[in-house]
Every structure is written in C-alpha cells, then in structure tokens.
C-alpha cells in the first residue's frame, strides 16, 4: 500500500517556467515532508523539506507548499532550467524513529532548452 | 571532503553467490539505512542501524543481512535467498535516526545473470 503517491511520472516543461511536481499522502500522521533529486546512477540529493506546521517553505528558486487538509504537498521551481531535469522524489515522516520515511515513486522532469 | 561511498559502482554476480556492497561515511552520523530501487518504483527500505552494533529489519529485509560494527560502516549481503536481487542499491545515513534529513551515497547497481 503506497503511503506516498506521485501519480505523475513524468512531467515536461519549457526552460524559464514554472516546474510544479505533486504529490499525495493518505497517512494523516505524517509531520515531516523532503523533496529529493536523483539524476540517474547516482543516490537521490535532498533538495528541501517541510514541518506539518507550515505550510511553505523556501529556497531559492524552491518552493514547497504543504496543504494538509488535502494530504498533497507540491514542489515548485521557479525558474525552470535545464540542469533541473532529473527524477524527484517526495517523501514524508512521521515522528521520530529511523524506519518511518515513506518515499514516493518518483517524477521525471525533463526541462527543454 | 565529507560524505557517504559506496562501492563498486557496478557489480555483477552470478545466480547463487552471496555478494557483498560496501558503504562508508564520513559524516559521524550515527544512522545508517539501506535501500532498494527497482524501475518505476519508490525506495524501499532494507535494513537501518540506529546506533553501532544494532540494526534492525526494514520492508523488505528477506533475503538480505547487515553488519554494523564501525560506526562510519554498514555493508548490506545480498545472499542467494534474495529471490529478485537485480535492482540499484543506495546507502544513506542521517544525523540520528529521527527525521533528520537522510543523505544519500551514489549507489550500487547490481546485476544477477
């Protein structure tokens, strides 16, 4: 049972616009979301994440919005550039303890030139 | 320079062979985790060690065995029991094991022929 959902694999956008990739949790314990970028061959790098007390945090050309009403967090980019495509994936915690970090299945952004 | 290795980058095994992939850190992190990704798929979690000398199973531990007797070490076996071993391995660790944000090391694709 998929606890993180990413139902878009894929995803295409021009150079210079707004990237938002989604996603979908059905956990409501949830408290603690990350964004990672894996580029192919290599380990996922984190990017940036968010408290269930918020609802955004930035950095840089990074956004991520949190609606927990909805169970659905975004992450946006803003703006796109071609060394942003790559795969990224949602994950999300609750509370503490080493064995609770839910990963989704993962986002191909490909940014065109 | 620090940060998480794992090698070799590729390795291949013939069917029925126990193998062996290493990871390293540097970090002083006391958690380390194991992950798998296969095509299509989320990381799924292995195996964690929170602390020296204790781990503990994870998703989707069959088939597979760890060692934690360094703190800066935590190898994963991949042993002949693992029904569908083929798949991109990635070593993490993090600060402790609550959510502290889990940084990840290159990976390891393994190919069983």
């Known amino acids: 049972d998929q606890q993180v959902k990413q139902n878009s694999p894929s995803l295409s956008v021009q150079e210079g616009r707004i990237s938002i990739l989604n996603c979908d949790y059905t956990n409501s314990m949830f408290d603690y979301f990350l964004w990672y970028k894996k580029y192919p061959a290599e380990g996922p790098t984190f990017l940036i994440s968010i408290s269930s007390i918020k609802d955004k945090n930035e950095d840089g050309r990074f956004t991520v919005f949190l609606n927990k009403s909805a169970k659905h967090l975004s992450l946006h980019i803003v703006p796109s550039q071609p060394g942003d495509s790559a795969v990224y994936f949602c994950?999300?915690?609750?509370?503490?303890?080493?064995?609770?970090?839910?990963f989704g299945t993962g986002t191909r952004l490909t940014v065109i030139p | 320079d620090g940060g998480i290795t794992q090698s070799p980058k590729y390795l291949f095994r013939k069917e029925g062979q126990n193998v062996t992939l290493s990871c390293e850190q540097n970090?002083?992190?006391?958690?380390m985790y194991w992950y798998r990704q296969d095509p299509g798929q989320g990381l799924r979690l292995i195996y964690y060690?929170?602390?020296?000398?204790?781990?503990q199973k994870g998703d989707i531990a069959e088939g597979y065995s760890v060692s934690r007797e360094k703190k800066e070490s935590f190898p994963l076996t991949v042993t002949s029991a693992q029904k569908n071993p083929t798949a991109f391995y990635l070593c993490a660790s993090s600060l402790s094991g609550s959510t502290d944000t889990q940084y990840f090391g290159p990976g390891t694709r393994l190919t069983v022929l």
């Open positions: 970090l002083n992190h006391d958690a």
């Open positions: 994950a999300a915690s609750a509370g503490t303890g080493a064995n609770n970090l839910f």
């Open positions: 060690s929170q602390i020296v000398n204790d781990f």
